[in-house]
């Protein structure tokens, strides 16, 4: 889903600011400019390792990446794992794609989440009447989609999605299926406006703010291994888009290429993360996170699975509350 040229656009736009460009990855030249917190002990650098499950064992997984190599990774001993639900790490089935966040240099497993995905998108359609299948779309960059919510977690996903009917925003966290995947819980809370009545942002961004709150989220829809952003208030002319440059949480405008500095406020890790893609659905949502505290509304910065585990975020919890600046 990214744009091409994502590195030589940060670079001219830096000669154009007459600024150094800043570099993508963990803030400081150590890379420990974390304060740490509940995840990664000692708050020392975290990692994120994908791949499909070769073989697994209580204390080792054995991974297939990406790119076709093996990785033999030790699980530590308070490590978990999410397959729809907790379970032991050692349960988790061979030839299920995982996430895994990790410590020392990407070698010890600390967390890990299999076949996990997230359905963001506004209700084009609900059919069903136990098991319910619901269509939505996704936005112009991703298409349509379709998702089942098995009966088990219909009524859990619809306390968090009062408006549950077409033209409102739906947000779920669920396992991927070979057609159709399983939405289990909610992501967060559902906006009670339909999606093309987004509130209008506060005053115009005077360019003194020298940092944003609001909410971080992911989404695994950006290309393998890619750690990058989508931005929702990027110039329409660059990106090709016309829902672009949508948001409540008063935003400045941003080009492809543009470098944030994204902190995540509950665990204290920090790192510039490039704008690789345009977030106009995320744009859509006028929100709150409540992971540690409650953000100011709106999300700020739709992550791909890489950054936001390697930020601390957890992906079954689907969101942080963030704060950004520019790079």
Not at 99 to 104: D, E, G, I, Q, V
Not at 136 to 147: A, E, K, N, S, Y
Request: a negative charge; proline letters at 9%; hydrophobic letters at 35%.
């Amino acid at each position: 889903m990214g744009y091409p040229s994502v590195e030589r656009r940060r670079v001219l736009a830096a000669a154009a600011l007459g600024r150094e460009p800043g570099v993508p990855g963990p803030e400081g030249p150590d890379g420990k400019n974390e304060s740490g917190g509940p995840d990664g002990a000692g708050g020392g650098p975290l990692r994120a390792v994908a791949g499909e499950i070769l073989d697994i064992s209580p204390h080792l997984i054995i991974i297939e990446t990406p790119e076709g190599a093996q990785e033999r990774l030790v699980i530590a001993p308070w490590a978990r794992a999410w397959h729809g639900a907790d379970v032991a790490p050692a349960s988790l089935p061979v030839g299920a794609m995982v996430m895994m966040r990790t410590l020392r240099e990407g070698r010890v497993v600390e967390r890990i989440w299999a076949d996990t995905t997230r359905i963001t998108g506004t209700i084009q359609s609900i059919d069903g009447r136990k098991d319910l299948t619901v269509e939505l779309d996704c936005g112009p960059h991703r298409g349509h989609r379709t998702v089942v919510i098995p009966y088990r977690a219909s009524g859990r996903l619809q306390v968090r999605h009062p408006k549950f009917e077409p033209g409102y925003l739906f947000d779920a966290i669920g396992l991927r299926g070979d057609g159709a995947s399983e939405a289990l819980l909610p992501a967060t809370s559902q906006p009670p406006y339909p999606a093309r009545a987004v509130p209008s942002p506060p005053p115009a961004y005077a360019g003194v703010q020298q940092r944003i709150a609001g909410t971080a989220t992911w989404s695994d829809t950006f290309d393998e291994e890619e750690r990058g952003a989508a931005y929702p208030m990027l110039e329409r002319s660059d990106t090709g888009c016309a829902d672009a440059g949508v948001s409540c949480a008063g935003l400045p405008y941003l080009a492809i290429g543009s470098l944030l500095q994204i902190r995540n406020v509950c665990s204290g890790r920090a790192a510039n993360v490039p704008v690789v893609a345009c977030g106009c659905l995320a744009g859509r949502f006028c929100d709150r996170c409540v992971e540690c505290d409650t953000s100011p509304r709106g999300r700020i910065a739709e992550l791909s699975p890489y950054s936001y585990v390697e930020l601390g975020g957890d992906l079954v919890k689907g969101c942080f509350n963030a704060q950004i600046g520019l790079g």
